[in-house]
């Protein structure tokens, strides 16, 4: 069955770039009318706009900071009067650096904006679907959500955290005509992954030898099952946490 959202609305955090831009696009495709959140507005993010045309707009607001996301809920609400959609995206990858070498700056800023900025989200997200009865979420966490990495411990703790976070939150909706999922993406081609592996060709093959199937996933794979999980094909899941990793953590 073709999924379509029209006269649906949809709010994408960290839509700007990467995995929450195709999945901006994405929900466009589909026919709804999307609101893209960022904290950081560029050219970019005004084409993108364009792009996904006259019944799309741009938020900017820090995840991270408690009046930027009431605000933008309130905004979404008298732009398009409901939300029926939230793909709560936004994250930074922290600074590599081990446990013990980890800095008090790295690992607030890292968990304000990956694990608070999610928490902050549902907290004005989830009203609104109540007073609708019906809502969809998909929280973005990380294979780092289900398994260890070396090197990135506010990162991993952070989507640790909301993975437990989402299965809470959809306990917590699960009468109330609301689902929470999360997608736990492998190694996507992002900026991101750009700043982890510097563009050097040795870290780029080192991170493709951690994907069974040898390559990386593109923002459009993340996208399709975002798109999935919030449409009525996914009806009956909710408290999951889906792997969109091209095998990783089966291996
Ligand atoms: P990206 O850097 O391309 O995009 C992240 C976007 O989030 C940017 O537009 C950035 O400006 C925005 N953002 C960051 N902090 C923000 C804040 N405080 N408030 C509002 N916006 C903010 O990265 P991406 O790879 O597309 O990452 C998207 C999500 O996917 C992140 O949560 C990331 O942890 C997760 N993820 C990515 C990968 C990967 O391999 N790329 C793997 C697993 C999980």
């Not at 609101?35 to 938020?59: M, Q």
């Not at 980890?102 to 690992?107: G, I, K, L, R, S």
């Not at 607030?108 to 900025?117: A, H, R, S, W």
């Amino acid at each position: 069955m073709e999924i379509s959202f029209k006269n649906k609305v949809a709010l994408v955090t960290g839509g700007s770039s990467g995995i929450g831009r195709a999945t901006a696009i994405a929900f466009a495709k589909k026919g709804a009318k999307v609101v893209v959140v960022d904290w950081i507005e560029n050219n970019e993010t005004v084409n993108l706009i364009k792009e996904l045309g006259s019944e799309a707009i741009f938020i900017k607001c820090d995840v991270s900071k408690m009046s930027d996301v009431k605000m933008m809920v309130e905004k979404a609400i008298i732009e398009f009067g409901r939300l029926d959609y939230a793909f709560n995206n936004a994250g930074i990858e922290g600074i590599q650096a081990n446990t013990w070498d980890c800095t008090e700056e790295n690992w607030d800023k890292t968990i304000n904006v990956d694990l608070k900025g999610i928490w902050l989200c549902m907290k004005y997200e989830i009203p609104e679907m109540i007073k609708q009865g019906k809502g969809v979420i998909v929280n973005c966490a990380s294979v780092a959500g289900l398994i260890g990495f070396a090197g990135l411990p506010a990162y991993v703790a952070s989507k640790h955290g909301v993975v437990g976070l989402t299965k809470t939150a959809a306990l917590e909706c699960a009468k109330l005509g609301i689902r929470v999922n999360a997608v736990c993406p492998g190694v996507i081609q992002t900026p991101m992954i750009d700043r982890l592996t510097h563009k050097e060709k040795e870290n780029i093959e080192q991170f493709k030898d951690l994907e069974p199937v040898g390559r990386f996933g593109l923002p459009e794979e993340i996208a399709n099952a975002v798109i999935w999980m919030c449409s009525d094909e996914a009806s009956y899941v909710t408290g999951h946490a889906m792997a969109v990793d091209g095998g990783f953590v089966a291996k």
